[in-house]
């Protein structure tokens, strides 16, 4: 019987300090669930000298990783430099000394999950990843041991907290996204260079992990569409309000026929919609089950003490299947390794969506008769429109919402109709999910 679990920390910046003091503050509450204590020996950081508000036992700092990985006193490696090419050879190498390995690499795993999923299940060794989808909350856990039994049919994720913010502000406060995108940098809310969050990117990193997971798929990273909210203005947001709707970026995925479509681009959603409710910083990922139904978890995506909470969760788990000779228990990548298949992503020009439309257009006679007339000859039925004034001469905008559309089909007549003279700038396309009226 093991006296104890020992825990070997790579990476002691905002989130390796929360994990830290999760394990010293929370030592005796953790030995209790796991049944022995579960030691932090050993923290690797380039920068041992900053104050972390942390008292640390001595001796425990070092800059040197290769006393983490090894020491044969540690039996779990938490690797949390973030990055690519540093932060596989870590994993890497604590696999292969037969360490057990919990990260909060999203970036990583999007882009290199399969080899090391591959490499844990190869070596027999638990990998734990639940922060690197929605910080404190156990989506992760959900999908591969809670919602196991299901067909997930469908994700609808705000796996983001930074454009969530954003979006959030300018809903209720009706002001630009630069505006609120200052606000939040000088709040601590955004990134100085904020592109990875706004652009899309970094839930598309999260959604590509939970893909993977929740159908058996490689995943691909380039075969997401990824789409950010840069281009949403109060006016759209407005106009959303008018029809009942509230946007957000989307993580959405879909199992359709055997095949799965995985997007990232801000959607209007019902603003009666659980998903729609929330707020700031939050996140919230919306799973849909063939047994179970809806399911929603809530929580907060990011920050030093909630991702904390979710690495600790992962040590916690490995702990306890080490004491009961139990790894390997739930396979690293939620399916069993030899029964991963690769399905087909479907590309986006084949999605089938409701659309909005806003037209900016010189209002002169006959512009509806030939905006209408191009979404039909595409096939593309107009479900609702709005036209607020008249200024002859000026320009306006003229605002659609169709019916369900394939992808292709709607960017085609828009490639057409933004040819017009009418047309006094490129016309902005915002998906809604949601049902058909």
Do not use: W
Request: charged share 20%.
């Amino acid at each position: 019987m093991r006296s104890r679990i020992g825990v070997g920390l790579i990476g002691f910046g905002t989130v390796g300090t929360g994990v830290a003091k999760v394990l010293l503050e929370n030592a005796a509450l953790i030995r209790r669930r796991v049944g022995v204590p579960v030691e932090l020996l050993r923290i690797a950081d380039l920068d041992i000298t900053r104050d972390r508000g942390i008292a640390l036992p001595a001796g425990i700092l070092t800059t040197d990783a290769k006393q983490v990985l090894n020491d044969p006193a540690i039996d779990i490696v938490i690797e949390l430099i973030g990055g690519y090419d540093t932060a596989k050879r870590v994993i890497l190498e604590a696999i292969a000394a037969g360490k057990h390995v919990v990260t909060a690499n999203k970036a990583l795993l999007a882009l290199h999950g399969e080899d090391i999923f591959a490499a844990a299940a190869r070596k027999g060794v638990d990998l734990g990843f639940e922060a690197s989808v929605g910080g404190g909350i156990p989506v992760i856990r959900a999908l591969t041991e809670g919602l196991a039994a299901n067909t997930i049919d469908s994700i609808y994720g705000i796996i983001n907290g930074t454009s969530n913010y954003i979006l959030s502000r300018m809903t209720r406060e009706g002001q630009s996204f630069e505006a609120v995108l200052k606000d939040a940098q000088r709040a601590g809310y955004a990134e100085a260079d904020p592109t990875f969050d706004v652009a899309g990117v970094d839930s598309a990193h999260k959604l590509a992990i939970l893909v993977s997971l929740a159908y058996g798929t490689p995943v691909n990273f380039k075969d997401i569409y990824t789409e950010g909210i840069t281009h949403i203005t109060p006016t759209d947001i407005a106009y959303a309000k008018e029809f009942g709707c509230t946007i957000k970026l989307l993580g959405i995925a879909k199992l359709t026929n055997g095949e799965v479509e995985a997007r990232v681009h801000p959607t209007m959603v019902p603003s009666v919609s659980p998903i729609a409710q929330v707020d700031g910083v939050y996140n919230a990922i919306q799973l849909v089950g063939d047994a179970v139904g809806d399911v929603v978890l809530y929580g907060r995506g990011a920050g030093s003490m909630p991702t904390g909470s979710a690495v600790v969760s992962d040590v916690i788990a490995t702990g306890r299947n080490l004491l009961k000779g139990a790894v390997g228990r739930v396979p690293p990548a939620s399916f069993q390794q030899d029964q991963r298949r690769p399905l087909r992503m479907k590309p986006m020009e084949e999605i089938d969506s409701l659309y909005y439309l806003r037209f900016m257009v010189v209002d002169q006679p006959g512009v509806l008769a030939q905006i209408a007339g191009e979404l039909g000859r595409c096939g593309i039925s107009i479900s609702s429109m709005l036209q607020q004034g008249r200024r002859a001469g000026q320009t306006v905008p003229v605002v659609i919402k169709t019916h369900m559309a394939r992808e292709r089909d709607v960017q085609m007549a828009l490639r057409e109709i933004n040819r017009k003279a009418f047309i006094s700038e490129p016309t902005t396309l915002i998906r809604v999910e949601g049902k058909d009226e």
